[in-house]
């Protein structure tokens, strides 16, 4: 099966074309720079969220260190103002922490919309 074949349409929650989210550092469960998703995603990594000390400092509390550089991996580390596909269910719970990072929201897959309603997303939308 092709990639293609394995994600689900690029739209994003405004109804529109999936825009690109981040290429450096590259981003997306397909590292396609987009926050696409599919069935076999199970962490649905659909936000496109720009990374925050606050909410980095969550998510390694959280056990997800996304701060540390990991070069096994190609991974250099988030910081602030990086922009990074989030799990919907981690935006969804930084949200109710207070810690949530602002979103682009024609970088983030409808997808999302199952997880995370759109208007707790509108409330951290950057403007373009």
């Not at 720079?33 to 720009?50: E, P, Q």
């Not at 909410?55 to 260190?65: I, P, T, V």
Request: charged share 15%; aromatic share 8%; net charge negative.
């Amino acid at each position: 099966m092709a990639i293609s074949d394995a994600m689900f349409p690029s739209t994003n929650v405004l109804g529109g074309a999936l825009e690109t989210c981040s290429t450096a550092p590259m981003t997306g469960y397909f590292r396609d720079g987009c926050c696409n998703t599919g069935h076999m995603d199970g962490g649905l990594h659909s936000v496109c969220a720009i990374m925050t000390d606050e909410f980095l400092a969550l998510s390694k509390y959280l056990g997800n260190d996304l701060s540390t550089p990991r070069p096994e991996y190609g991974f250099a580390g988030l910081k602030a103002g990086d922009r990074w596909c989030l799990c919907a269910a981690r935006f969804l719970q930084a949200h109710e922490e207070g810690a949530a990072p602002q979103v682009n929201l024609a970088a983030t897959h409808i997808a999302t919309l199952a997880v995370v309603p759109l208007e707790i997303l509108q409330r951290y939308a950057i403007s373009r």
